[in-house]
């Protein structure tokens, strides 16, 4: 079993930064993905940042501004977004794979205005 603290997120300007962090409780191994989804408003959820064994995997429309970061020691994910956009308003979820299931967070808010 997992459980996912999730912390950050909340309003931001078109332009702006936000960050988000996750704590995970249980035995969670680097080469558990490990990661961030989003869902907006009417649309399903979608896959935004995820690192397994260092390797960072990013959605088209997030690369070269969002960044994932991973402590492998304390279990923790972070995701660090810049140059944020009104699209990039949803909830942001933290995901992580174990044991063949999806473990989520509760989820956090981010609002970007223009």
């Known amino acids: 079993q997992v459980n996912l603290v999730e912390s950050g997120g909340g309003l931001a300007q078109a332009g702006g930064s936000l960050s988000l962090f996750c704590a995970a409780s249980g035995v969670v191994r680097s080469n558990n993905p490990m990661g961030w989804y989003r869902q907006a408003p009417g649309k399903e959820r979608e896959s935004v940042a995820i690192i397994t064994d260092g390797v960072e995997t990013y959605a088209e429309s997030v690369k070269g501004r969002f960044t994932i970061t991973r402590n492998n020691y304390k279990n923790t994910v972070s995701l660090h977004m810049n140059n944020l956009k009104p699209e990039d308003t949803a909830v942001y979820y933290c995901?992580?794979?174990?044991?063949?299931?999806?473990?989520w967070g509760q989820g956090t808010q981010v609002t970007v205005s223009s």
């Open positions: 995901n992580v794979q174990w044991n063949k299931s999806h473990y």
